[in-house]
């Protein structure tokens, strides 16, 4: 039996932390402040927005909702995003992805300035992350890496495999298990003999967004599975990529869907937010 990973205890106690940091910044007069864009009726976007800002409000955060309308142009939000680059005010923006199909969404993770960047998007702070000089820790695989670290469970050395090769979640994961010393396999939806891959994890992160689609036949024993998909199943619940029945009594740890990663993503997002007040404001 597996001990499971509570992600909603360990994004609380990052939020405590998050609170105390804000708290010294006030004091230092700066009011760190998110800024969050929204285009169109997306009901999923629409229930991360509002995660999002009930976080900021918990942790003392300014939130700035800018909720525009689906036919919204490129351009348009572009302009919106320089003049938010520009405002000394906002200390961290991000635009909840996707947008709808006709704005180019390269384009609009290019305008937002590297410095406020706090999804850790652009390709800078990709190419930083690369370099291990990053900023700014990709939300969700920083949640990944604040769990392991909460547990105690060690990367050095050990067998990572992770399914999945997304820029949000898969590529960036692999960095920063790298940079704690893991040993990386990135598997995909080419990958051929996937089972004997990951049956060599130690860690084995699940990013495919498919309902059950690890089981236990793909898990070592022992293993510590992380479980970062969000699906539903034909019941129409909620439930992550791995079997958790099944994979829950081969692995040494496991992370729930819900309450393992997700609660974490929004966790780091206000993490960043208070490095970002810190740079921009020369303060440590
Ligand atoms: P994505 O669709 O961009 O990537 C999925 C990846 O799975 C691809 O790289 C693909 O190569 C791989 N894949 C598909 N079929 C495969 C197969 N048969 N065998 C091996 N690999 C296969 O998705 P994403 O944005 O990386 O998200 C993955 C999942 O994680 C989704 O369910 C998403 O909702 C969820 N997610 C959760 C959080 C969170 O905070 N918990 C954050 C981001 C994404």
């Known amino acids: 039996m597996a001990l499971i990973i509570d992600g909603k205890k360990v994004s609380s106690a990052v939020k405590e932390d998050v609170k105390k940091s804000v708290e010294e910044l006030k004091k230092q007069g700066v009011n760190p402040c998110l800024a969050v864009i ?17 976080a900021c409000e918990e942790t003392g955060i300014i939130s700035k909702e800018i909720a525009l309308d689906e036919g919204t142009s490129t351009e348009q939000l572009l302009e919106i995003i320089e003049k938010l680059n520009l ?3 906002v200390n961290g923006i991000l635009c ?3 947008v709808p199909g006709h704005i180019d969404e390269s384009k609009v993770i290019s305008a937002i300035s590297p410095d406020k960047d706090v999804d850790a998007f652009h390709a800078v702070n990709v190419g930083k992350l ?9 939300c969700t695989p920083a949640g ?17 495999v992770i399914i999945g ?54 898990v070592k024993d022992g293993a510590v599975v992380i479980d970062v998909g969000i699906n539903r199943n034909e019941d129409g619940k909620l439930c992550g990529d791995v079997l958790f029945d099944e994979v829950e009594k081969k692995a040494s740890y ?31």
């Open 130 to 138: 690369l370099q291990g000089v990053q900023s700014f820790q990709p």
């Open 144 to 160: 990944i890496i604040k769990m392991l670290d909460y547990y105690n469970i060690g990367i050095e050395g050990k067998n990572c």
């Open 87 to 89: 405002d000394r005010d």
């Open 38 to 54: 929204i285009v169109g009726n997306n009901p999923a976007s629409r229930t991360y927005v509002n995660n999002k800002k009930k």
């Open 254 to 284: 496991i992370t729930p869907v819900p309450g393992g990663v997700g609660p974490m993503t929004v966790s780091m997002l206000l993490e960043n937010t208070v490095t970002a007040a810190k740079i921009q404001n020369n303060l440590k």
């Open 165 to 218: 090769r997304s820029n949000i979640v898969g590529k960036p994961m692999s960095m920063l298990l790298l940079q704690k010393n893991g040993t990386v396999t990135i598997a995909h939806s080419k990958t051929k003999n996937l089972k004997e891959i990951t049956k060599t994890a130690d860690i084995l992160v699940a990013a495919v967004g498919r309902a059950n689609f690890v089981t236990a036949d793909m």
């Open 96 to 98: 909840q992805l996707p």
